[in-house]
């Protein structure tokens, strides 16, 4: 997102939106500051599943699995019995520097 947006000009702030404990809760993964009165949004909606494997830092996925990762994993299982395991809501902020 750096090359795409701060190389322009564009600053961003990026969050991802999820559930724990019937409660939705956001975790700032990039706060570049206070977007201005222009700042446009863009969203979307992700359900994680158990066997989805996690990916190292090159993009390559892993061995591991969310199921595998547990509670080291910032989106906690809302579904134990089942396949999922919570759905997440990635936004990113964008505006002008």
Not at 14 to 42: C, K, M
Not at 65 to 75: C, H, K, R, S
């Amino acid at each position: 997102m750096n090359d795409a947006l701060l190389d322009r000009g564009v600053a961003y702030n990026l969050n991802v939106y999820f559930w724990r404990n019937d409660q939705r809760i956001r975790e700032q993964v990039v706060y570049l500051g206070e977007p201005s009165d222009h700042a446009s949004t863009a969203t979307w909606t992700i359900t994680l599943y158990d066997d989805d494997r996690l990916r190292d830092r090159d993009g390559n996925p892993t061995a591991t699995t969310l199921a595998d990762a547990g509670d080291a994993y910032f989106a906690p299982d809302v579904e134990p019995d089942g396949p999922v395991r919570n759905v997440v809501v990635v936004e990113v902020v964008t505006w002008r520097m």
